[in-house]
């Protein structure tokens, strides 16, 4: 049941994203803090992608590679956020790249859950330990 709670919430923020699209449509701007949000947009489409095959196969060599991937990600988007936090950006701008990083930042992280159902045993995947999956 918590795979299936993840797969919900990764649909919950994409839709959280495309609501936000429609908040905030004006242009961002381009520099380095668009393009690394761009980075990680890319970076999680790509995950997921390879998490529904890495999944099905249960690939678990390959999922815990994701994993390790993921958890830079993860890295990627905190350090993103507090950029933008410290950016000049106009309230609409800073919204946009705050919130977009942290739904695909929630969206990368539910999908490392998925990945963990291949890596773990049942009984543990509400229960897991960060380490364990790094052994795994």
Known sequence: MSLVKDVERIGDNAKNLADLAELCPG????????RELLSIQTTVEAGLREAFE???KSDSERASELIRRGREMEKRCDSLIAAVAGASYGGQTSIALALGTRYFKRIGSHTLNVLSGVVLPLHKLDLYDEDEIEQA
């Open 27 to 34: 242009a961002l701007p381009d520099d380095d803090n668009t």
């Open 54 to 56: 890495v999944f099905s």
